[in-house]
């Protein structure tokens, strides 16, 4: 599975929108692109994946650069209840790959 | 619809000791990954359960071996516990045919080892 660089921390204010960069430059073409979040001593919560095309679901936008080697997940109004490291995790669709989880990002969103 | 669950929420054992962890797949899923989360980092892939049969395994020592059960539950089972294996263990299922292999994860069993 490539590899993904994403900042240590970040910080955002209340009601704006979070912009969490991830670079995985390495990317292939039989890869997914998945997001989750943990907050605080908790599992990690699934938040979006793709392949090429951007996504949006009820959590979050997930764009996606069309050479594929950066996306960004955004949070389009961020709430304190929203801080939490994001984990960017770039994964080969085989059938039960596992999932390889880096340092991410921690992102503190401030009233 | 019941996500994944997990028992015990919290667990405290000596060095030596044997401990098993359990998990209940989402409904539905029918494989079972587990990982190991040390304070401060990432979680770490320990093996995935397929049709009670461990498909993947990633780098932990023999002392951990799990179980699938035909209802799809996962036991993770650690012997010999040493005081670095105090962790948070996380259980994820999955479904292959369903979201491309989306693995959710539970709440998670924190392990200390004293």
């Known amino acids: 599975d490539a590899k993904t660089t994403q900042p240590t921390s970040m910080d955002c204010a209340e009601g704006r929108a979070a912009n969490l960069p991830c670079n995985h430059s390495?990317?292939?073409?039989?890869?997914?692109v998945y997001w989750y979040r943990q907050i605080h001593s908790q599992g990690p919560q699934y938040i979006i994946h793709?392949?090429?095309n951007n996504e949006t679901n009820e959590m979050a936008s997930l764009i996606i650069t069309e050479d594929r080697k950066s996306s960004t997940l955004i949070l389009p109004h961020a709430t304190l209840r929203d801080t939490a490291v994001y984990y960017c995790i770039v994964r080969v669709m085989e059938y039960g790959n596992k999932l390889v989880f880096g340092a991410g990002t921690i992102l503190r969103v401030k009233s | 619809d019941a996500g994944v669950t997990q028992s015990p929420t919290h667990l405290i054992k000596t060095r030596g000791q044997q401990v098993t962890l359990r998990c209940s797949p989402k409904s539905g899923h029918d494989t079972v990954s587990w990982y190991q989360q040390a304070l401060g980092q990432g979680p770490q892939f320990i093996f995935q359960?397929?049709?009670?049969?461990?498909?993947q395994r990633g780098n932990f020592p023999d002392r951990f071996s799990g179980h699938q059960f035909p209802n799809y539950s996962s036991e993770l089972n650690v012997n010999a516990l040493l005081l670095g294996d105090s962790a948070l263990y996380l259980c994820?299922?999955?479904?292959?045919?369903?979201?491309?292999?989306?693995?959710?994860f539970g709440p998670g069993t924190r392990l200390t080892v004293l």
């Open positions: 793709g392949l090429k």
């Open positions: 359960y397929y049709e009670e049969e461990e498909r």
């Open positions: 994820a299922s999955s479904f292959p045919l369903q979201e491309q292999d989306t693995q959710y």
């Open positions: 390495t990317i292939s073409g039989n890869e997914y």
